[in-house]
């Protein structure tokens, strides 16, 4: 247990050291944002009403970004193969990239999102819903990120069809993730949309260090 | 019956077969120099000793046990140092290190003193990687050696980038290490001034 924690507080050091690099995906995803009522020329309407989809959309693409080389620059530096010799197993190795990038790229994200809808007038009862929704949404979306940063690695060739063979299991995330940010109540009763979100975590909680771990070894053999 | 020995490794990478049937024993004391020409398989041979590839067949076996038995107990036995240094670029050398050890088992922080003064990284510990040379890099990534209690050490290149006077350094600690009954298989293109055993890889 403390190696998986040692591996993330590491990741995390690094990344608080490379400013530039980590910080650059929040600006992205901020400046993104920032830049549509100039898009929707000033319209409120519109803007109020695809707001949450464009948020939702813009946290894939930043995640997408962030993992693409997870596991690639450590394999490159020789560190991967240290970590490996190690003993550490590549599942806990696996579940520790995801998790430190997910701190690192979708914690800011899942903070400032609710401000965003605060700067744009959306209803607070939104608030509350696109921050418990990108809480459970995002972890997915890493963990799917993660897995196909793996599977690039473990096959050397065919990398970009790997990418679009997993391109699909991000889209019920992006579905249900919009579905409930939009949804009325949340406190009284939990919406489908959470209980199906919730649900396809578990299972991605479950599978993916698995696939992950597996994915990996392949590098190894 | 040898600590460390091979039978019959055979490796096929890229649709090549770099080496065939391959054999050799390895006891305490003893020191194991792989030569051969670019591309002969010098790296790929360390990394199957060391467990990052496997051989389309043949048996390694460490201390009378067979490596694929032993599965991760097998990592304990030896200290891997690559072709790469594998140290982070955003970390000093002492966060380096201090990773390794809490990190690798058969790393001790005792000689965490010993380890700075004969690689000379006393005034370069708070130093981040990216701001050392090519040779204080592999300086620093050769100090593990020092840390490790592993009996056997896989080396690649170990001396690439080193001046003279920290090549003289490693080879003083790799002559400790042999006297202390361990054991080393090193590929290298450099001379080494040690009584060694050889095994010559060619092109094919």
Not at chain 1, 78 to 92: A, C, K, M, N, V
Request: aromatic share 10%; net charge positive; charged share 20%.
């Amino acid at each position: 247990m403390s190696n998986f924690f040692n591996l993330i507080i590491t990741d995390i050091k690094i990344s608080l050291r490379k400013k530039n690099e980590s910080i650059i995906s929040i600006l992205f995803f901020l400046f993104s944002i920032l830049i549509l009522p100039l898009i929707f020329q000033g319209d409120q309407d519109i803007l109020k009403r695809f707001l949450i989809g464009i948020i939702w959309f813009l946290t894939l693409l930043t995640i997408i970004f962030s993992v693409e080389k997870l596991f690639e620059n450590d394999y490159e530096d020789g560190i991967l193969d240290q970590i490996y010799i190690s003993g550490i197993p590549l599942e806990t190795i696996f579940l520790a990239k995801s998790l430190s990038i997910w701190i690192i790229t979708c914690l800011p994200i899942i903070i400032l999102s609710p401000l965003l809808l605060l700067l744009f007038n959306i209803q607070t009862e939104k608030l509350a819903n696109i921050f418990i929704s990108l809480l459970i949404g995002t972890p997915i979306l890493c963990m799917i990120g993660a897995v196909t940063s793996a599977l690039v690695l473990g096959f050397n060739k065919g990398s970009s069809i790997i990418s679009l063979i997993t391109l699909p299991l991000y889209i019920p995330v992006l579905i249900f993730g919009i579905e409930a940010s939009n949804s009325e109540i949340i406190f009284n009763q939990i919406g489908q949309e959470f209980k199906i979100l919730i649900g396809y975590l578990l299972i991605v909680v479950a599978v993916s260090p698995w696939i992950g771990g597996l994915a990996l070894r392949l590098k190894y053999r | 019956m040898s600590f460390f020995e091979i039978k019959k490794i055979s490796c096929i990478r890229s649709n090549k077969l770099l080496f065939k049937n391959l054999n050799f024993k390895l006891n305490n004391k003893e020191l194991l120099i792989i030569k051969g020409a670019n591309g002969s398989g010098k790296t790929t041979l360390l990394k199957i000793l060391s467990g990052l590839l496997k051989p389309i067949s043949g048996s390694i076996i460490v201390n009378k046990k067979d490596m694929n038995l032993l599965k991760d107990e097998y990592f304990k036995y030896f200290e891997y140092i690559g072709h790469e240094n594998a140290i982070k670029s955003a970390l000093t050398v002492r966060e380096n290190l201090n990773f390794y050890l809490k990190i690798k088992k058969d790393l001790t922080k005792k000689n965490f003193e010993k380890a700075i003064r004969i690689f000379n990284l006393k005034n370069l510990l708070d130093v981040k990687i990216e701001n050392l040379s090519s040779g204080e890099k592999r300086r620093v990534s050769l100090s593990r050696l020092i840390l490790s209690k592993s009996k056997i050490w896989f080396l690649d290149e170990p001396t690439n980038g080193l001046d003279k006077i920290n090549t003289l350094n490693f080879f003083k600690i790799l002559k400790q290490h042999l006297q202390l009954n361990g054991l080393a298989i090193i590929a290298s293109h450099d001379e080494i001034k040690i009584k060694s055993k050889n095994i010559n890889l060619s092109v094919n």
